[in-house]
């Protein structure tokens, strides 16, 4: 998502239109990080259940007990990887809170996405804990979540194995209502999101995915290309009734990255229909926006559409102060936590 990456994805489209396509696959593996040599620990390579290996420094529950503000680094591992985190914490009583897993996207970092995304500041005023994992340059060297890989899209393997290991570590151990744990995320890291919430929807009792795609879009490089266009074919819908936690998405439908038909996928693969009465407004700051509701086949509300009209790839309403933001749109972290405490987990 920085100029490097957008310039390479922009030769790739030009050289994809001339008719050039192993030209424009090259390009595209520059531009989502390449396919470097498997290492040992490398999450591309392993594919196999994953096991948690404990935190020996870990606070104990006395720990977590009146403990005051923090925004702290750590590490989880286990048998699919490891990858470095941040966490932020609030002033707190002892009660379980809520948590918010936070997952940034290509080029930014924890800190960064913090930053855009005033996440913290909500949590602190809000009472719960926020999670930011750390995509590394090993892992991908534009710092992509691989979405795209198909070694990254189910329970137990790579990524997502990473990251569920991370979320139930911080949940035990960090006094976390395990009722109450969300995921959301922007590009590929809303892609990530996804992902996670389809294939751990016992751990994340709702999702948020801004400028994203739906699981299973792509299967490499060249389909990634294909699907951030909007033009792979649909994902299938869910196969079961409730297998995807609710889902609010957030898209700019002048989105030239990853394009805004695949906000639509991503409610359509999760087997919802959509209310008719969608809510039109602008923002204070004269951005049109459309909301709409999507129900079950019970007519219970699954889903919220959240579209930007005029609007490209960038986290609707936030700070300047972080890359890929959007200040005069609708706030998405704002409103994703209104959705996430509509939807508490059983």
């Given at each position: 998502?920085?100029?490097?990456?957008?310039?390479?994805?922009?030769?790739?489209?030009?050289?994809?239109r001339g008719g050039n396509l192993m030209e424009a696959t090259a390009a595209i593996q520059q531009a989502l990080g390449g396919t470097p040599a498997a290492q040992p620990d490398d999450p591309d390579v392993v594919d196999v259940e994953a096991r948690v290996i404990p935190d020996?420094?870990?606070?104990?529950?006395?720990?977590?007990?009146?403990?005051?503000?923090?925004?702290?680094?750590?590490?989880?591992?286990?048998?699919?990887?490891?990858?470095?985190?941040?966490?932020?914490?609030?002033?707190?009583?002892?009660?379980?809170?809520?948590?918010?897993?936070?997952l940034h996207g290509c080029t930014q970092d924890p800190d960064d996405f913090a930053r855009g995304t005033r996440m913290n500041a909500l949590a602190r005023a809000q009472g719960f804990l926020v999670l930011w994992p750390a995509q590394s340059q090993r892992g991908n060297a534009q710092r992509c979540w691989n979405w795209f890989k198909h070694n990254h899209q189910a329970r137990g393997?790579?990524?997502?194995?990473?990251?569920?290991?991370?979320?139930?570590?911080?949940?035990?151990t960090h006094g976390v209502d395990p009722a109450r744990v969300y995921v959301a995320g922007l590009s590929a890291g809303g892609a990530m999101a996804a992902i996670l919430g389809d294939?751990?929807?016992?751990?994340?009792?709702?999702?948020?995915?801004?400028?994203?795609?739906?699981?299973?879009?792509?299967?490499?490089?060249?389909?990634?290309?294909?699907?951030?266009?909007g033009g792979a074919p649909p994902v299938p819908r869910a196969s079961r009734a409730g297998a995807t936690p609710p889902t609010i998405v957030f898209h700019?439908?002048?989105?030239?990255?990853?394009?805004?038909v695949n906000g639509e996928r991503i409610l359509q693969a999760g087997g919802w229909s959509a209310r008719p009465d969608a809510v039109h407004a602008s923002t204070s700051m004269g951005v049109p926006y459309s909301r709409r509701v999507h129900v079950d086949g019970q007519g219970v509300e699954r889903a919220e559409q959240w579209t930007i009209h005029g609007a490209g790839h960038a986290w609707s309403g936030g700070d300047l102060s972080g890359s890929y933001t959007d200040p005069r749109g609708p706030d998405a972290s704002a409103e994703m936590l209104r959705f996430f405490r509509q939807h508490p987990g059983r």
């Amino acid at each position: 998502m920085n100029d490097d990456f957008q310039r390479r994805m922009a030769e790739a489209a030009r050289l994809m239109r001339g008719g050039n396509l192993m030209e424009a696959t090259a390009a595209i593996q520059q531009a989502l990080g390449g396919t470097p040599a498997a290492q040992p620990d490398d999450p591309d390579v392993v594919d196999v259940e994953a096991r948690v290996i404990p935190d020996a420094g870990a606070p104990s529950a006395a720990a977590v007990r009146g403990a005051a503000e923090s925004f702290t680094a750590g590490h989880f591992r286990n048998e699919c990887g490891g990858r470095d985190y941040k966490l932020f914490e609030p002033a707190r009583d002892g009660r379980a809170l809520p948590l918010v897993v936070m997952l940034h996207g290509c080029t930014q970092d924890p800190d960064d996405f913090a930053r855009g995304t005033r996440m913290n500041a909500l949590a602190r005023a809000q009472g719960f804990l926020v999670l930011w994992p750390a995509q590394s340059q090993r892992g991908n060297a534009q710092r992509c979540w691989n979405w795209f890989k198909h070694n990254h899209q189910a329970r137990g393997k790579g990524e997502p194995a990473i990251l569920a290991g991370m979320v139930r570590e911080v949940v035990s151990t960090h006094g976390v209502d395990p009722a109450r744990v969300y995921v959301a995320g922007l590009s590929a890291g809303g892609a990530m999101a996804a992902i996670l919430g389809d294939a751990y929807p016992e751990l994340f009792a709702a999702v948020g995915v801004h400028s994203g795609l739906p699981t299973g879009s792509a299967r490499d490089v060249q389909s990634a290309f294909a699907a951030m266009g909007g033009g792979a074919p649909p994902v299938p819908r869910a196969s079961r009734a409730g297998a995807t936690p609710p889902t609010i998405v957030f898209h700019g439908d002048a989105d030239t990255t990853v394009n805004v038909v695949n906000g639509e996928r991503i409610l359509q693969a999760g087997g919802w229909s959509a209310r008719p009465d969608a809510v039109h407004a602008s923002t204070s700051m004269g951005v049109p926006y459309s909301r709409r509701v999507h129900v079950d086949g019970q007519g219970v509300e699954r889903a919220e559409q959240w579209t930007i009209h005029g609007a490209g790839h960038a986290w609707s309403g936030g700070d300047l102060s972080g890359s890929y933001t959007d200040p005069r749109g609708p706030d998405a972290s704002a409103e994703m936590l209104r959705f996430f405490r509509q939807h508490p987990g059983r």
